[in-house]
């Protein structure tokens, strides 16, 4: 297995410097975009999203046109369609990791950028192999100059496309194409929180078995499973809702030394056990 893992890592990385070399990337020279000035007023916030990798929290945003979007796959917006995402700095700890409120959410500084996608008819082709369906991307400043200008925006549909900067591995497949490119939509129909994940719903299982967290420590279940799944003590103490794909739920820890049973409703082998902990020595 660890062999396995080591030579994907190899050939993918000899890959990326070898397109590197043979390709330059193409993107479109103009702006068809445009900044979206006043979306706050005018757009739905769908999300908001704590992303740990680039400490960030990131909040979407779809016009009245995207936000139509059914859940019905394969995901189709329709023309018209701008997504956006806020990007927040949080605040860090000495370690440099994000410091959680007492919700267990990430705490946003100053908004820093605004990345945006737009579908058109016929936009994308400028991206050539890089091309997701009819989007083009361009990320602004909040004062409306670009971050990343069209010219430079191939980066953006190489990812979109893909899920990374990598090529595809030979007999993988553009991962987000079912998605109409657009990630985490199961979170946007799934009342996923954006919260980080403490535990999740995979293939009929909790992942892990055992939740270890401090007192009073809010933590997240998420469902990543594609089946409905809940999570309801044995002792009744908690149920959440019924939970599709994408939804999460928010506890909060009790005092040290709780252990709780939990299960699914609907799937008796489902099972796992929260454990409060006693806080770390000083
Ligand atoms: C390395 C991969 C990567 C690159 C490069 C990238 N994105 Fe994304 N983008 C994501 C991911 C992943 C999400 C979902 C949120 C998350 O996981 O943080 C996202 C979300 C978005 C969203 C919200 C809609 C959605 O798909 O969820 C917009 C709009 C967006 N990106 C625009 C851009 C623009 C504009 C650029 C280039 C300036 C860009 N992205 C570059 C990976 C990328």
Redesign the pocket.
Known sequence: MATFAWIMLISAATSVIFVGHTQSPSAPTEDHVGFPAGYRDSFKRLIA?D?WQ?R?V?V?WANSIAATIQPSQPINFPYGSV???EDYPVQMDANGDPVLDGNGRFIPQDLRTI???RKEPGFGADYKDLRNGEWE???YLPDGSF??PPSG?F??A???LN???APVPSGGRHMNAEND????TSLFFGNGNGALPKGTMQNYRYVPNIIHVQPGEMFTIYNDDDLMHNVVADDGTFASPTMTKGGSFTLKAGEPGTVINFHCSFHNRMRGTIVVDAPPQQ
């Open positions: 999203f992303n680039n960030q990131r979407i997504l956006i995402f990345f945006v996608m991307y361009v990320s971050a990343t925006s980066a953006c190489a990812c979109h899920g990374g900067s490119f657009v990630f985490r």
